[in-house]
């Protein structure tokens, strides 16, 4: 054999070894409910981190997540549905984007515990069963924690009598702001400010130490206290796209999920308490509602969510509310 034909061999090996390398490694498009420069995508980037560094070591060059972009790229509220078509792989979201399509996933919003323990007791397993049936898609987790949805305000109010307030929202809040009298106003973040400054809305309700990545708190004078719910952010994968990830990079990817988790609990402790400081010396009031008027605001806000998502799922909704409450 000649030189030239030896060379050429080889050189068709090497092809060939490196297409079959590229054909096993499995590729993922994500993209995310809001903005990078959004806090909350920070929990979501972490977990990608995550998944680089224990790919690198454990599988290398076998998975990648590509970072398409937000809602820049896809509208925040058809991500999952652009997961379920197979145009996106991956979406980082909240669960009141998506509650028209799976009504079950608003029992995050007030679950009592932690993602892992949802993972542990079996909420991930029926929403997984839910997600699937529903948009075709896998329910990996929920990946925000500790960032209670809170009322910001700029008027001032001594209970938890709403009436008269026009308050911008995300669908899960409408039944809880129903009850205490206020006007729902579902319109989306980068309309709020506008809104706020054109007196459209008279407040808001967002996760508790997240209003100074919009700028809001030039315009917000009240903070009112308790918050309510829990961050439901979540991760959702195409079904097929799922089905076609090994099994051992499957496992990978929940176990960072579960990893990632814990990071943002932590983090959101962290914010929670630096966001109230720094709003405190802005002159931004936080108001303590008395022990009753609490109480009242508490009560409507878990029991109008409860009784919405029993209605819409009277078989799972009752079964998820067992789950994830606390004795």
Known sequence: MSRGLRMLLIGAMVVALASAAEAKKVTIKAVTAWPKSVWEVGNFMKFTDIVKERVAKEYPGQLEIQYAGGPEVIPNREQVEAARMGVVDMVFTTDGYYVSAVPEVNALSVSMLDGWEEREKGVNA????????????????????????????????????????????????????????????????????????RGVVDGFMWPA????????????????????????????????????IPADLQKLLIEAEDQAARFAKQRALDLVKNEEEALKKMGIQYIELPP??????TDAAYSSLWEVIIEKSPVHGPKLKEMVSKP
Request: aromatic fraction near 8%.
């Open 209 to 244: 130490g997240l209003i100074r990545d919009w700028g809001w708190e030039k315009i917000t004078k009240y903070v009112v206290q308790p918050g309510v719910y829990n961050g439901a952010n979540v991760i959702v994968i195409n079904e097929k796209k799922w089905n076609g």
């Open 292 to 297: 009753a008027e609490a109480k009242k605001l």
């Open 126 to 197: 029926l929403l997984d069963k839910l997600h699937r049936e529903k948009v075709n898609c896998v329910y990996l987790g929920r990946l925000g924690h500790n960032l209670p949805f809170t009322i910001y305000l700029t008027k001032p109010i001594k209970s938890a009598d709403l009436t008269g307030l026009k308050i911008r929202c995300s669908p899960t809040n409408i039944p809880f702001l129903k009850k205490l009298g206020a006007q729902p106003v579902v319109i989306p973040p980068t309309e709020v400010y506008t809104a706020l400054e």
